[in-house]
Structure formats: structure tokens, C-alpha cells
């Protein structure tokens, strides 16, 4: 006999997970159909005065020719031919403007190298009173993304907020993305300290939507309409950023299903999923939002994820959430009859298809790929270009070191190696293989053999590399590998990991890890405490699943803002797992916060 656990959960109830746990009868509510998505509300406003733009037209010069060949260069990264080009133009008896246009392309070529402070320092020195618009243009857009790649995305946005003015209308709705973006990645607290010492109007109205973006959804509910009719000539206005215009007059879905394994071999990470998901449904409740039935569905009681899904729709669910693994995110994606939407917690391999024609399976997983692409990021950002990759060998490597080194090469970096290892056997060796060192051990033996005598030799690793990215799955991997690094004469060199180097929990041990940088869920560095003390106070979560806790903590988040998804590359969540944003093919993808090993414990920078 089927048995499927079902809850309501009624208005300023508390969390008590554990009441999960017991057989509960199910709502005998008549299934009620989600509305149709609407778009966002139309703010009508009176006509904006037009100011006219600079023209973005280049100034005439002898030199145009060699600019041009430059510039085209430059973009494929090619800063040595880029270099000899530019040699060509006379230092001394040009424009003035040539020689800021010369600067600039210098800048570029700097940061191309690597040398982020070079190039600032060579941006600095070129401003002038009447300056070409055009020049201008590229120089605050070179330092905006020097900006942000190097993580101060305060002054991008604001950065951002000043090329507004200058942007073509078709650029502008990319730029106001773009900027939105940098607000979200930039700390509540420093949003607090910049708002009110912005002293440009317009920059402060970005400072003061992004500060009402962070309050619950019942409080964004009511003052983002009067944001809007403040600012009815903001450019965040109309449309208001990160898809928060299809949320306005909105109501979430009217039942939600949660399907999760709850009683087999994967009900420890389907429970800290439930746990994180009620903890921020009762936290949405008590700041004063509509109440919702949620049916909790164990898939383990049913024969497969799509019978789970019929139950569900039987009790008249709208939406659902889950399931769990892979094979049975595939079992839905697969139906060609999916009439209400699903939020998957699972990502299918890019091979699979969805069946045509039914409501959207979007797809929310803690992907380490997504990890892999920002640890590529924040290296190169930190002027790294010449990078080794050690990992594990097995599929997990593999996937991993693909997205980490297709990602390094669009950025413009270069792989010198890469090593695999298969145990702590071989650990040593693979490290070595990828410093170079055998090689400086073979160059010894053959000056020995042709000098024929004994002579003194310390090995020395390769010294091309600026950069590690260090893939191993687990604590215990990074913990022999690091010092191995410092062993072989590369303990100067930067290194760089993903999140599974760090178990959730202080480890006196990780002291072995100190100064890896790595990417790590906000979850996991202080945010939103107050939801895992209440996970903690029902008794039933885990320190092995924490991260599947904040997984369920953001599929409560996406599900309640669904329609915000309507926005498609716009949409954007500040979640507990990182920012969320979704790509063409319906998949979540995460940002994580950059974090580093400080006396064995974690410490956000």
C-alpha cells in the first residue's frame, strides 16, 4: 500500500521539524490551477526628458589603421602582436588624444599580462578636460570590468551607474543587468554604509532598491511599487531589475508538493533538504507572508518520481518541488504530460532532452561545475594567467577540470598541465609531475653524467605558472596535497579549490589548508543564521548535509518567486547557496562567495 506524508502548515505556526516525521492525514482541498504567468506591471509615466549622448564615434587620427589592428587583437588575447602594432605609432609629436588611446590600449595589454595595477595606474593618468566621448567610454568600461573581476563590485556598479549615462539605448539593458548583478554580490553591510554617503542621486536611488531587495518578500511587496513611483525616471524603474516586476500583485502557488526521499538509502540528504525548505517557510510565514498548503511526499512510497508526481497532482498540487537524484529528475523531464511546473533539485547531463510541450522543469542542483567556472573567475580576476590543474581521476575529475579549463581559456588563460591521481599512493608523484620536477631532476643527472663528477643540486620547479587550481573532492585529498605544494618549492604559488575541501564543520586538521582560496555557500559563511538555528532546534539536521540544507533553504526561495524566472537572464536570487541566475536551458547556476583557510577555520574575504 502506497503511503504518501502530506502537511498543511498553518499561519505563525513554529518549526518543529520533527512533527514531520509523524503519518499525517492528507488536505482534501480541490486542486485550484496556478493563473497563468502575467508580465511585470507597466509603470505609466510622463515621457523622460531626452538628453543627447556623446557620440561613441572614435576621433580622426593618422593612427586609426594601427588602432583598429589593436584593438581587433586585443580581443583574441593576443597582447604580444597587439604590443608590436602599437610600437609602430611615435611616442612623442602626436594628438592628444592618440595618446590616450595609446594609454588605453597599453592598459588593455597590461591586464591581458596580469597586471591589473599597472593598468589601473596607466588609467589614471589619462584624463583630460574634453576628453573624446568615445575614448572615455572604453576607459571606464576597461576599469569597470578590472573592477569587477578583482571583486570590488561596489565601484562597478558605480562604475556601471556612470557608463548608463553615456551607453547607447541598445547596450543599456545589458548594462543595467550587469550592474544589478554587482549590487547583489556586494555585503548587506556595505550597502548600508555606501547608501547614505552616495552623494550623486541616481547612484544612491541604485544603492537604496538593492537595500530593499534584501528585505523578506512581504515587506518587498510593499515597497517596491513605491520605489517605482518615486523614481519613475530611474533606469531601474522600468522594468525593475533582476526580474522583481513579475513579482508585483503576484501570489504564490496555491498548493506545492515537495517530493523527496524520505525513508531509503538517500532519506539523509532528502530530509536536510525538507528541513531547509519548512525552516524558510515558517520564517516567510512569521514576517507576515500568505499562507500555502505544502504536501511533503516521501518518493520512496511510490514506484517512481512520476507516480510521486501523479499523487501530487491527484491532492491538487500547482507546483512542485523536487525530486532528489538525478534518474528521477530524468524520470520527469521525460513525461510528456507535465501540467504543472516542477523545480528539479537535480541537473540533467547536458545529452538529456525534455519532453516538448509541458510546463517548465527548471533545474536547481549544487553543481560543482558551477564552482569550477568561479574559482576560474576569481584567479584570473586576481591577475593569474598561467595555471596547473591537479585532480582526482574518475568522472567527477573529469567533469570538473572540463568546465574549470573551458572557462580559464574564454576568460584568456592558459593551462601548463594537468595531473591526475587516483590515492594517496600517488599523490606525491602527481604533485611533482605537475611542478615540473622530474624534469629538474633528468637536467641534473645529465650535467653529472657529462661532467662526470658529483655536483650539488637542488631541484626547481617550473616557473611559468601563477596559479593552482587544486580539485580534490574532499578534505582529507587537499589536506596531503597542499603541503606537498610547499614541499616541492610551490609554496608561494597561489592555489585555488572548490567547496568540497571543507567538511561544513571546524576541523583542527584544516590547518594543513591554510591559505587556499576556495568558494564556499553563504550558508556556510554566516548567512541567514537565524534559519539554521531553527534547524537546529528541531533536532534533525546533520553537519554531513548542511549544504543541502541551504539547498532546500533556496528551493523554498525560487519556488515562492517563481515567477520572477518569467525575467530569464534578468531573473536573479540572493540565496543561501550563492547568487542564483538560470540559463537558456532552464538550469540554476550559482555564484559562490570567495572564502580561505585562516588557523583551520574558514573566513570569508
Known amino acids: 500500500m502506497r503511503h504518501t506524508c502530506t502537511r498543511h502548515f498553518s499561519r505563525g505556526a513554529q518549526l518543529c521539524l520533527t512533527l514531520v516525521l509523524l503519518g499525517l492525514a492528507a488536505c482534501g482541498s480541490e486542486p485550484v490551477k496556478e493563473p497563468e504567468p502575467t508580465a511585470p506591471p507597466v509603470v505609466v509615466e510622463p515621457p523622460p526628458v531626452v538628453q543627447e549622448k556623446p557620440s561613441l564615434a572614435l576621433p580622426p587620427s593618422a593612427y586609426s589603421a594601427q588602432f ?42 597590461d591586464y591581458i ?43 562597478s556598479a558605480r562604475l556601471g551607474d ?11 539593458p545589458a548594462l543595467r543587468r550587469s550592474i544589478w548583478h554587482d549590487l547583489q554580490r556586494i555585503s548587506t553591510a556595505t550597502l548600508e554604509q555606501a547608501a547614505p554617503a552616495a552623494t550623486d542621486a541616481q547612484w544612491q536611488k541604485w544603492l537604496e532598491l538593492a537595500l530593499l531587495a534584501r528585505a523578506p518578500l512581504p515587506a518587498q511587496m510593499q515597497s517596491l511599487p513605491l ?40 532519506a539523509p540528504a532528502g530530509r536536510a533538504v525538507r528541513d531547509g525548505y519548512l525552516a524558510s517557510y515558517y520564517a516567510y510565514r512569521e514576517s507576515g507572508g500568505a499562507a500555502f498548503d505544502t504536501l511533503v511526499l ?6 517512481s518520481a512520476s507516480a510521486a508526481y501523479d499523487a501530487a497532482l491527484a491532492q491538487g498540487a500547482t507546483m512542485v518541488v523536487g525530486p532528489l537524484s538525478k534518474d528521477a529528475v530524468a524520470s520527469l523531464g521525460s513525461r510528456a504530460d507535465r501540467p504543472v511546473p516542477v523545480l528539479a533539485l537535480n541537473r540533467l547531463d547536458s545529452a538529456e532532452t525534455l519532453a516538448p510541450g509541458s510546463s517548465a522543469l527548471v533545474q536547481f542542483a549544487l553543481a560543482p561545475e558551477d564552482e569550477a567556472r568561479n574559482i576560474a573567475d576569481i584567479a584570473f580576476g586576481q591577475g593569474a594567467r598561467t595555471a596547473l590543474v591537479i585532480r582526482p581521476q574518475g568522472e567527477w575529475g ?72 587544486l580539485l580534490s573532492g574532499n578534505g582529507a585529498e587537499a589536506r596531503s596535497l597542499k603541503p606537498l605544494l610547499a614541499f616541492h618549492y610551490a609554496g608561494s604559488v597561489p592555489v585555488y579549490s572548490v567547496s568540497g575541501i571543507y567538511s561544513g564543520v571546524t576541523d583542527p586538521r584544516d590547518r594543513d589548508l591554510d591559505g587556499i582560496n576556495f568558494v564556499e555557500t553563504p550558508w556556510l559563511l554566516g548567512e541567514n543564521p537565524h534559519l539554521k538555528q531553527a534547524i537546529a532546534a528541531g533536532k534533525t539536521g546533520s553537519d554531513s548535509y548542511t549544504r543541502l540544507n541551504a539547498l532546500g533553504a533556496d528551493a523554498f526561495l525560487v519556488q515562492l518567486q517563481f515567477r520572477q524566472l518569467q525575467a530569464g537572464a534578468d531573473a536573479l536570487f540572493r540565496g543561501n547557496t550563492g547568487l542564483l541566475s538560470m540559463d537558456p536551458q532552464l538550469r540554476i547556476q550559482r555564484e559562490l562567495d570567495l572564502a580561505t583557510f585562516d588557523e583551520g577555520a574558514i573566513k570569508a574575504q
Not at 516521501?298 to 514506484?303: E, I, L, V, Y
Open 68 to 109: 583598429l589592428k589593436a584593438d581587433q587583437l586585443l580581443s583574441q588575447n593576443q597582447w604580444m602582436a597587439a604590443s608590436e602594432v602599437i610600437g609602430t605609432v611615435p611616442a612623442a609629436g602626436i594628438s592628444a588624444s592618440d595618446k590616450v588611446y595609446l594609454g588605453y590600449l597599453q592598459a588593455r595589454i
Open 113 to 155: 599580462r596580469g597586471r591589473q595595477k599597472e593598468a589601473l595606474a596607466q588609467l589614471d593618468t589619462m584624463d583630460y578636460q574634453g576628453m573624446n566621448g568615445a575614448q572615455r567610454y572604453r576607459i571606464l568600461n576597461l576599469r569597470r570590468h578590472i573592477m569587477g573581476m578583482s571583486g570590488n563590485y561596489l565601484e
Open 162 to 172: 556612470e557608463i548608463l549615462r553615456l551607453a547607447p539605448e541598445g547596450d543599456a
Open 227 to 266: 520605489w517605482v513611483q518615486n523614481n519613475t525616471q530611474h533606469p531601474a524603474s522600468n522594468p525593475l531589475p533582476g526580474g522583481l516586476g513579475y513579482l508585483l500583485g503576484s501570489q504564490p502557488a496555491q498548493k506545492v508538493a515537495l517530493i523527496l526521499p524520505l525513508s531509503d538509502r538517500l
Open 298 to 303: 516521501d518518493q520512496d512510497s511510490f514506484g
Open 398 to 469: 573529469d567533469k570538473l577540470a572540463q568546465a574549470l579549463t573551458g572557462h580559464w581559456h574564454e576568460l584568456g588563460g592558459t593551462i601548463a598541465d594537468s595531473v591526475t591521481y587516483s590515492g594517496r599512493e600517488d599523490y606525491s608523484t602527481a604533485v611533482k609531475d605537475a611542478l615540473g620536477i622530474p624534469a629538474s631532476e633528468e637536467r641534473a643527472r645529465a650535467i653529472k653524467e657529462i661532467l662526470a663528477t658529483n655536483i650539488e643540486f637542488n631541484a626547481r620547479r617550473r616557473q611559468d605558472v601563477d596559479a593552482i587550481f
